[in-house]
Each structure stands twice: as C-alpha cells, then as structure tokens.
C-alpha cells in the first residue's frame, strides 16, 4: 500500500473526483435552492458523487488486503471505477436536464439512462460479490481485527447491494404498469437500509486501522473491533425492521 499499483492511482484520483463532484453539486444547490427530496432535485449528485467516491476509494483500499491475484484485482477495480464514472455521470446529467434519473421512462433517452443506471448497477452487484466471496473464502491480510472488519464489511455491504436491487425492481414494475408516480416513492422505506449498510466496508476497516496504530494490545483492538461490528448489525437491522414496517 505504500506503494500503489497504477490501477489505485487512477481508482483513487477517479473517486476523489466523484466526492468533488458531490461537493460542487452542493453549492449548485446553495446557489440555486429547490426541493432536497424527491426524484428531481440536486440532492442526488450530491449524496451519489459523495457516496460513489467514498466507496471507490474505500473498495480501492480494502482489496489491498484480499488475498486475491493482482491482474484480476486490477481488472475488477479498472470495470468497477468506469461504472462509478457511468452512474454518477447519468445522475448528473438528469439533474441537469431537471428530469429524474431513475425509473424514467417518459421519453427514449430518458428511458436509455435508466436502463444504463439499472444495468450498471447489476454490474456493481456482480463486481462487490465476487470481493465479498473472496473476503470469506481466504481470510484477508492485516492487522489484528482487520480480517473479521472486512468480512463484516463486505456481509454488510451486501444488504445495500439487495436493497438497492429491490429497490429498483419494484420501481420498474410499477413503471411499467403505468404506475410512474408510485415508482418514484416506492424507494422511501429502503433508502435508510441501503444508506446504513452501504459504507460499512469503509467504516470497519478503518476503524481496524485506526486501532493498529495504538498501543492497545492485540486482544483489546479485537474485542473493539468486535464490538463495533456488533453495533453496526444493529443499526443495520433496526434499518431493516423500519423497511419492513414501512414497505
């Protein structure tokens, strides 16, 4: 990690780009104003840019520690960054165009991003799957507490990976039976599930991380590590108890 592969520098500097891309969305919204919620407004390049980057950056540097053959790291990582790059892109563009970014099918092109977005999302599912297999079939490298963090992180990544898919399978359906307004709302009980559960690859290791570079002993930043896991799958399931109440 010291020295980054040419494939981190690029997954790096791409997410980074993401995150400014968020934050400049930001002050759009500042300067401009509008509603915050709903399927058109500049909250979504904002938490979009700011989540995709985090997330590259993160799956960038919690790979590092899969014991996982180099060219084909590299390979996912390369597909995995340009498909960020695809949906934060395609969610911009709508935000600009003042039209919904997803389950829009109110014209060709607009049906066209969405089909896009919805692929590309398949295609992130497939991507941080097969991560998260690797994570549990070959214990990963690090620190004390780090390889529990990163199967941890991946299990709970893959609830927002779910999530997300059903959200927008229900979304389609009622698209497609004429039900477009429906659509856009049917997100609002999962959206806390997927928001809680999506960044905990970054959150865990960190926090592993962060506890290596202290004097604790070893059995210490375990037992923290564990229990910070323990606090997240609680957070994850209340999350998923309210989608359920509310659904």
């Known amino acids: 990690m010291d020295d980054p592969r040419p494939v981190e520098r690029l997954c790096h500097a791409i997410g980074l780009l993401l995150v400014v891309s968020g934050v400049v969305h930001l002050a759009v919204f500042a300067v401009d104003g509008g509603p915050w919620y709903g399927p058109v407004s500049w909250r979504k390049p904002v938490t979009f840019g700011l989540s995709f980057g985090a997330t590259l950056i993160a799956i960038t540097w919690v790979t590092s520690y899969l014991r996982i053959e180099p060219r084909l790291r590299a390979a996912l990582l390369t597909v995995f960054a340009a498909d960020c790059v695809v949906e934060v892109g395609g969610i911009t563009l709508q935000a600009w165009r003042r039209v919904p970014s997803h389950l829009d099918m109110e014209t060709p092109f607009d049906t066209a991003v969405s089909m896009t977005l919805a692929i590309g999302g398949g295609v992130l599912v497939v991507l941080l799957t097969v991560f998260a297999v690797v994570a549990f079939r070959h214990r990963p490298a690090g620190p004390p507490g780090m390889a529990p963090a990163v199967r941890?992180?991946?299990?709970?990544?893959?609830?927002?990976?779910?999530?997300?898919?059903?959200?927008?399978?229900?979304?389609?359906?009622?698209?497609?039976?004429?039900?477009?307004?429906?659509?856009?709302?049917?997100?609002?009980?999962?959206?806390?599930?997927?928001?809680?559960?999506?960044?905990?690859?970054?959150?865990?290791?960190?926090?592993?991380?962060?506890?290596?570079?202290?004097?604790?002993?070893?059995?210490?930043r375990r037992r923290t590590v564990a229990v910070a896991i323990g606090c997240y799958v609680a957070a994850v399931a209340a999350a998923g108890a309210w989608a359920v109440l509310t659904y």
Do not use: D, N
């Open 152 to 220: 941890a992180g991946f299990a709970v990544l893959l609830v927002a990976l779910a999530s997300g898919a059903a959200m927008i399978a229900r979304g389609v359906v009622l698209t497609r039976t004429g039900h477009q307004e429906a659509a856009y709302h049917s997100t609002a009980p999962l959206k806390p599930l997927h928001g809680v559960s999506l960044h905990a690859v970054l959150v865990l290791p960190a926090l592993a991380w962060l506890l290596s570079r202290t004097s604790w002993s070893e059995r210490a």
